[in-house]
């Protein structure tokens, strides 16, 4: 039973002044994506489990007198299936794909969106570039999830086809359009997590680290109107385009570029720092820096979050672990297993935050929708890793 197809859901997708204009075949080409991206995930997927047990675990054990007791061992067993090897492949050309086909459509208008994201007289934020920003070695020598060049290149003056091919479509297409239609469910996800859990709790300053394009930061801004937000990110390309989707959109957001391990901003500064699935894509001693550098950052009272996957040890079925471990080995994310093998409480220990004051729990996944912006997907949740300063 196929799923029911995607038919001109990029048309849906939320517009602003910088999004990419797209004609009628590069709509096709995107759904045609993104449906065969949901083929893959709900048709492909479930097949996997069965496969591992009624066969490979089976094999596993004939040959080994014992069942797989690692991620590990069961990729390596994996590996031998060609279901598994054949939706691996796919997997990782649709992705190559997706790129491809977003290039075209960037490039063929690259001009005029650099000149639409330069900064104006009546904009209400800044964007602030650093000329001697160098970025590092995990980010500047990787073609994160195989985009080449990644996100933070430099091709032009005022760069901005990072971030432009970031918004095309990126994750309208691996999710299904899941995260609502200006990708920012994770955001409310935050939101709804904080404002269910301390009511009470009212940032002033908020502070969204590895923030792209500004899809999960301007929430914040309609959660709390009054509160200063600040987004940062090393990658020039994606910072330029979020500076201007969010003045068209109507919001008062600084962005800056920096490096969240080692910020320019003052001890003390925020009531929040948030970010959302960037830690794995940075490296074990980034981690430690982040947090600490979040714990200097935040006032007494504030709070630090990160929204990500689970860790590994929260994930007891090793099937169900090597399947969250495919993007460590297929996706050019090499730090995504090694980040959720990490203990994230001797971390934030380790920073400064006190036991009792260290969370790590679930939120529901939320769709946002123009009806209802907490609407909840029972099919899913965010891994949530917080501490208060106290």
């Excluded at 097949?47 to 069942?67: D, M, Q």
């Excluded at 069961?74 to 598994?84: G, I, P, S, W």
């Excluded at 063929?108 to 590092?136: C, E, H, M, W, Y």
């Amino acid at each position: 039973m196929y799923p029911k197809p995607l038919v001109n859901r990029w048309r849906e997708y939320g517009k602003h002044e910088i999004l990419v204009n797209t004609n009628h075949d590069e709509i096709a080409r995107l759904d045609f994506m993104a449906n065969f991206f949901m083929y893959l995930r709900d048709d492909m997927v479930p097949n996997h489990k069965k496969i591992y047990e009624k066969k490979v675990k089976k094999n596993f054990r004939k040959k080994h007198k014992r069942y797989p007791k690692n991620r590990h061992e069961v990729r390596k067993a994996m590996l031998q299936d060609n279901y598994f090897k054949t939706w691996s492949h796919l997997r990782v050309y649709a992705q190559e794909n997706t790129y491809s086909e977003r290039r075209k459509i960037v490039n063929r208008q690259l001009g005029n969106l650099i000149d639409i994201a330069k900064p104006r007289k009546t904009d209400r934020g800044k964007v602030v570039i650093d000329p001697d920003f160098k970025s590092p070695k995990y980010q500047k020598h990787l073609d994160m999830h195989w985009m080449p060049g990644s996100y933070h290149s430099i091709f032009n003056k005022y760069e901005v086809a990072g971030g432009a091919m970031y918004d095309c479509g990126g994750l309208y297409l691996s999710t299904g359009n899941m995260l609502g239609k200006y990708n920012n469910g994770a955001a409310y996800a935050v939101i709804k997590w904080l404002k269910n859990n301390y009511p009470k709790f009212r940032p002033e300053k908020v502070l969204d680290e590895g923030c792209t394009v500004g899809h999960n930061t301007l929430p914040y801004k309609d959660a709390w109107p009054n509160c200063e937000i600040y987004g940062i990110d090393i990658g020039e390309p994606v910072l330029r385009y979020a500076h201007r989707r969010a003045e068209s959109l109507g919001y008062h957001i600084n962005f800056s570029q920096q490096n969240a391990e080692n910020t320019n901003f003052k001890e003390s500064t925020f009531d929040m720092v948030v970010s959302t699935m960037f830690l794995h894509e940075t490296s074990h001693k980034a981690i430690h820096n982040i947090v600490s550098e979040a714990y200097r950052l935040l006032r007494d009272g504030g709070i630090m979050i990160h929204i990500e996957q689970p860790p590994f040890e929260m994930i007891k079925d090793p099937f169900d672990q090597l399947m969250g471990d495919w993007d460590t080995h297929n996706n050019n994310e090499p730090f995504w297993g090694p980040m959720h093998d990490m203990n994230l409480e001797s971390v934030a220990l380790k920073a400064g935050f006190k036991k009792n004051n260290i969370i790590q729990t679930f939120a529901p996944l939320i769709c946002p929708s123009d009806e209802d912006k907490y609407r909840e997907n029972p099919h899913g949740k965010w891994f949530v890793f917080a501490g208060w300063k106290k």
